[in-house]
């Protein structure tokens, strides 16, 4: 995702309700959990998982606390199962 695409991206989810926030914020974590487990992602999925961090940075900051523990959890899993 390019700076001004993030950009419009931010703005458009700040015209969401709360409820379509949340089912799309809900999807892109369900897709990013499922990537980041894979044991050898291929270099589109390695891509796609760079465009959503990109998403999750622009993430409004009032749900910025509960995002950032969510995505730990996931990246400690992720690292725990690679032990």
Do not use: C, W
């Amino acid at each position: 995702m390019q700076p001004n695409e993030l950009q419009r991206n931010k703005a458009h989810l700040m015209d969401r309700t709360p409820d379509k926030y949340s089912y799309e914020l809900k999807r892109r974590l369900a897709e990013y959990e499922e990537l980041i487990s894979e044991s050898k992602p291929s270099d589109g999925h390695q891509n796609r998982l760079l465009d959503l961090e990109r998403y999750f940075d622009a993430v409004p900051k009032q749900f910025g606390p509960e995002l950032a523990v969510r995505l730990q959890q996931i990246q400690l899993a992720r690292l725990n199962g690679a032990k």
